[in-house]
Structure formats: structure tokens, C-alpha cells
């Protein structure tokens, strides 16, 4: 058990766990794969299929329960709300609903743990060596990324400057909602501004004005291929059950 109570991750030879080993490129495709082979049904049995061998993963992600809980609760509120507007107002009764959550739900799950799983840095370098995506827009994903944990350490020291000032909401919602909303748009307003000085400091570095040296090679290994393969066919066997049990619908049939 770890210092938190939270369960040894499997790990390889680096103590690293395996998705966080993978490359990011792999990765990056893999999610896509996943979106690409999704986005055109709407069962909830290839959704599922997927969905679950997403959370099985999960041991080898490195996230720990509280992290898991914090990315995973919006997720799956994502899913129900949406589940139930088309509940609600579908025309396609609840199988449709209910495939429409699963699928959404399927296909976000692995872009989480691409975001969570990789190193911003290693990120960027595996966009642009083995997926040959432009340096600029590679930068901008690499700054996004680093910038995550400035904005949250930004939202935490917004909110202990409204309390000092007597802003909190107490018990009443509304009084909330209120507070929410002024420290998101302050929250905003400062991300703007680091976002221009970022831009401004990466052209006068002369950032994606050319080609540029490396100084990290980004590795791909057969565990890289192995994980699209595998995601291809957990795909065709997700279509396969689908079709089999009678569920497989297209989205646009």
C-alpha cells in the first residue's frame, strides 16, 4: 500500500506505470481511434465494450482514487445529463439515450488519460517527431498544458482573496452561483493576460519559425503498436457484440 492508502500501481522497469511509459503519440492515436470508431453509432453496447476496457486501465494510468474521483465526477455527470436530455426530448426511446451517454462517455475517458498519463514535454516532442504535427501548434498544446497547474494554483488564491474580503456564499445557492461566476471571470480575465504575455515571449524566441534542434528524442516501442493494435481490435470486437446482440445502430440511419 502507498503512504495515502491508495494501492502499488503496476509499474515497469523505470517505476513508471505503463500508460504513463507509453509514448504520447501512441496515445494521442489511439484516443482518436476511439473517437473515430464511436462517433458514427449510437448502441450502448460498442460504447460499453469500450468504456470498460477504459476503466481497466485505470490501474495502470498511476492516478490515484481522490484524482480519478476529481477528473471522473464531471465526466460521468457529463454523460447523465446528456443521457437524459435525449431521455427526455429524443424521439428514439431509451436504448438511444442510453447509447448516447455510454458513447460520449467512451470516447472522453481516453482522451482523460491521455492528458493525465503524459508529460506535456514528451507530449510535444512525440507530436512533432512522430506524428509530424507543426511546431507552433505543438508549442501551444506544450504551453496549454503547463499552464493547467498555474491556473488551478490561480482559482484556489481567487477564492481565498474573496473569503478574506467576507465573499463567501454560505448556504445560500444563489449567493453561490454568484461568487462562481465573478471569480471564473476573474479567473478568465487573467488567463487572457498570461496567455498574451506567453504568445509574445514564445515569437521573440522565435518559436515555430522554423526548424529547430532536438534536444529529447521521443521513442516509440513495440508496446506503442501493440496499444493501437489492440485498440483496433477492441473496436471491431465492440461493433462485433453490437451487431450480434441486435443494438448496432448508426447515428445518422
Known sequence: MGGDGTPPTPGGEDGRPWLVRANPAAKVVAALLVAAGLIPVVDPVSGGVVLAAGLVLLPFSGLHRGVFVT????????????????????????????????????????????????????????????????????????????????????WRTLGLARRARGLEAGPNPVAAVTVFAGTAFALLVRAIRTGTQLAMAMDARAFGSGARTRARVSHWRATDTWLIVATLILLAVAHGLAISLGTWRLLFG
Not at 436504448?95 to 514528451?122: H, N, Q
Not at 512525440?126 to 499552464?147: D, F, H, I, S, T
Open 71 to 154: 477528473l471522473g465526477l464531471p465526466l460521468l455527470l457529463m454523460g447523465a445529463s446528456i443521457g437524459v436530455v435525449n431521455l427526455l426530448f429524443g424521439e428514439d426511446g431509451t436504448v438511444a439515450a442510453l447509447g448516447t451517454a455510454v458513447r460520449l462517455m467512451a470516447i472522453a475517458l481516453p482522451g482523460m488519460l491521455v492528458g493525465v498519463t503524459s508529460d506535456p514535454t514528451e507530449l510535444a516532442d512525440a507530436l512533432v517527431q512522430k506524428l509530424k504535427v507543426p511546431e507552433r501548434p505543438a508549442m501551444g498544446v506544450l504551453a496549454a498544458l503547463r499552464l493547467m497547474p498555474l491556473l488551478a494554483a490561480q
